[in-house]
């Protein structure tokens, strides 16, 4: 089954409150991943808010960690793709990825973009002091997945509530995100029937909508 490619990037008319930064990692360009950063940017733009979408595969982007890149290192060199990703994320209100399940973890490419850009200026110190730490401090963090598995033997397996420890409150807690939202669509499989699919993508349009609505409240509390 193909799905639609999304759009580079938000066209919505006049100046948008919220910005969205949008994390796709998924090779395929006709993917069921491709389908769900659509549908979300569809919903974020019919909210008057953007969005910017990061294809890494598209983009070539190189997953794979620098010595002389860590912040360990006195002192670390950021890559300048890193520095553009970091530019990204300081503008943006909202962080959201979008990637599938293999082997019951993310892509190595999204590994290699929290590793390489999340963890560009993070120190283990870090987490012994008080300060909010930077670009992501106060920012909600969004996480949609698939996967071909059914929920209840995903749920037996212990992997959802592993990734939602890993992924979700620990990166929310170390990077201190302001809450975390997750949602999974699963039993997507290359036959998957159109009114699954639909299904999925409408369950992915009322999460985005409910994102928007918390982002752009958070939005005008901080303008009063």
Same mark, same amino acid.
């Given at each position: ?14 100046? %948008? *409150? ?6 796709? @990692?998924h090779?395929?360009? #006709? &993917? /069921? ?46 890559s ?26 993310p892509?190595?490419?999204i ?8 963890? %560009? *200026?993070?120190?283990?110190?870090d987490?012994? @002091?008080?300060?909010?730490? #930077? &670009? /992501? ?59 699954l ?7 992915v ?20």
């Amino acid at each position: 089954m193909q799905f639609g490619d999304p759009a580079r990037e938000g066209e919505v008319q006049g100046r %948008a *409150a919220v910005g969205h930064l949008l994390i796709l @990692g998924h090779p395929a360009p #006709g &993917s /069921f991943n491709h389908a769900v950063a659509a549908r979300y940017a569809e919903v974020c733009r019919s909210n008057y808010q953007t969005v910017e979408i990061r294809d890494l595969y598209a983009m070539r982007f190189d997953p794979l960690l620098k010595d002389i890149e860590r912040p360990q290192r006195r002192p670390g060199v950021s890559s300048p793709d890193v520095r553009h990703e970091i530019g990204l994320i300081e503008q943006s209100a909202v962080i959201t990825f979008v990637y599938p399940l293999w082997f019951g973890t993310p892509p190595a490419i999204i590994k290699g973009y929290i590793d390489r850009v999340f963890g %560009a *200026a993070f120190l283990l110190s870090d987490l012994k @002091g008080e300060r909010r730490r #930077g &670009s /992501f401090a106060g920012k909600p963090l969004c996480l949609f997945t698939s996967s071909a598995s059914t929920g209840p033997w995903l749920d037996e397996q212990g992997i959802m509530t592993s990734l939602q420890q890993s992924f979700g409150h620990y990166l929310a807690s170390v990077f201190d995100f302001s809450n975390t939202h997750y949602l999974h669509a699963a039993s997507v499989v290359d036959d998957m029937g159109a009114a699954l699919a639909e299904q999925h993508l409408f369950d992915v349009g009322e999460k985005a909508r409910l994102i928007c609505a918390e982002a752009a409240a958070a939005w005008h509390h901080a303008e009063i």
